[in-house]
């Protein structure tokens, strides 16, 4: 008899394994052939004697293009017209990186406008009392 445990893998509730291997085993998970969104990887180990262990991994597949969506958050009360910034753009592949519509571009907060014109302000009022003469000697 042969002291070798064995590996099944799933994808999700889905009664066909994706294989059977002998442990301890190197596996690519290609995620290209699963949709978006939530998955489970369910690991079945077996060992010699036939006890068996099972381990439950959750993960969350994105090879499709990023979304992003600025002006509204999930579960927001709005009222009225929203103004919306919608963007959406592919990473490319592992190999090669894709530059174009790949960054997603923000309005500036509103503190940073404040705080700019604060800077300005500042700077105005040093520029003028520090060149004059003091008005009480």
Do not use: C
């Not at 009664?15 to 690519?28: D, H, K, L, R």
């Not at 991994?57 to 009360?77: C, H, M, Q, T, Y």
């Not at 592919?90 to 503190?111: I, N, V």
Request: aromatic letters at 10%; zero cysteines.
């Amino acid at each position: 008899m042969e002291n070798k445990s064995f590996i099944t893998l799933f994808i999700d509730d889905d009664p066909q394994p994706i294989g059977t291997y002998p442990a301890p085993v190197s596996f690519e998970l290609d995620t290209k052939k699963l949709t978006d969104g939530k998955h489970t990887l369910k690991v079945v180990s077996k060992d010699h004697k036939g006890k068996e262990g099972i381990k439950t991994i959750p993960f969350i597949v994105r090879n499709g293009p990023a979304i992003a969506v600025e002006g509204l958050r999930k579960d927001e009360v709005v009222d009225g017209v929203l103004p919306l910034m919608i963007n959406a753009y592919g990473k490319g592949d592992q190999k090669t990186f894709m530059l174009q519509g790949s960054e997603t571009p923000h309005s500036m907060p509103f503190w940073i406008i404040i705080l700019l014109i604060a800077f300005t302000a500042w700077a105005v009022y040093y520029h003028i009392t520090s060149g004059q003469m003091p008005l009480f000697k």
